[in-house]
């Protein structure tokens, strides 16, 4: 059974289930587990871990439109090394502190593995949790920032141009953008499996469908950059248009997908703190690309990068 069949399972088992984050007495709760193996490259720093780990899970607040207010991580390793468990803590709290929350402590464990497990707890603004099942035909789609820039992460990582990796692997989870969009926003969660497959789950859980248009997916200048060095003896394919399979796809970017209402989109781009790309539309069904259907592929949990 993979994540996904795992996933299925619980989904009949709980409920409710299916958002970035669960809902408590006004409070939005959510954790995450990493692993050296599948999550953190050869390179990966300490500090970047520990930035990365609790990031991801603040970003499943953002995803909820909620304000995060702490962090708690497990850091478990063979051994504990003095720098390396002071990098990770440093880089906890420097990426609680970049979006107004509180680094709080955790536990540590002897693990045969390098393993991180984390939590971030928010809490819900006067709009109310902006959940998964609320899009409609008509909606427009939307994602902030752009797509990209873990996949050219992990191609720095190989070439061994790790300063380069690290930096990019540092994403600033979209707290404060999620707080702008959630008065305008019918439906929400972050891109952390990648552009298609959050489309296939938003439409699963507001039964509706995504028409998007290529051209519109705003792709990560970094990954651009990397396509195109590694292509620069072929010439047969511009670098964006190589770009935007792994734009799609690789995931990992921990940006905001939405809908939208179309009369709402023009207060959204004014409020929201970072560039908000409109990708097309929610229709009836089917979540296509220029009208072919869009494959739900994306990242998986256990999947080595």
Request: proline letters at 4%.
């Amino acid at each position: 059974m993979d994540e996904r069949a795992a996933l299925g399972l619980l989904d009949r088992e709980l409920d409710p289930v299916g958002d970035d984050a669960a809902v408590v007495d006004g409070r939005v709760l959510t954790t995450d587990m990493l692993h050296e193996t599948t999550d953190f490259p050869d390179g990966t720093t300490r500090y970047t871990a520990g930035w990365r780990a609790v990031g991801a899970s603040l970003s499943d607040v953002a995803a909820m439109g909620a304000a995060a207010t702490a962090a708690v991580a497990v850091y478990a390793a063979p051994s504990f090394d003095d720098a390396e468990l002071l990098d990770f803590v440093r880089g906890a709290r420097d990426v609680c502190d970049r979006v107004g929350a509180s680094y709080v402590g955790g536990d540590l464990d002897e693990h045969d593995e390098f393993t991180v497990a984390t939590t971030a707890l928010g809490r819900v603004t006067d709009c109310g949790p902006v959940r998964r099942s609320g899009a409609r035909p008509g909606d427009l789609v939307c994602v902030t920032g752009t797509l990209g820039r873990s996949a050219a992460a992990i191609r720095c990582f190989e070439r061994g141009d790790h300063e380069r990796a690290n930096e990019l692997f540092r994403f600033e989870p979209r707290v404060a953008a999620g707080r702008a969009l959630a008065p305008d926003a019918t439906a929400m969660m972050d891109s952390s499996d990648g552009l298609a497959r959050s489309l296939h789950q938003l439409a699963a859980a507001s039964d509706c469908g995504f028409a998007i248009e290529a051209d519109r997916v705003p792709i990560d200048d970094a990954l651009t950059a990397v396509v195109a060095n590694g292509r620069a003896s072929e010439g047969r394919e511009s670098a964006t248009e190589a770009a935007l399979e792994p734009a799609l796809t690789f995931g990992e970017d921990f940006e905001l997908v939405c809908t939208i209402p179309e009369a709402r989109i023009d207060d959204a781009r004014e409020s929201a703190p970072v560039a908000l790309s409109v990708l097309g539309r929610v229709v009836e069904s089917g979540v296509t690309v220029d009208g072919e259907a869009l494959a739900d592929e994306g990242y998986g949990h256990g999947e080595s990068r």
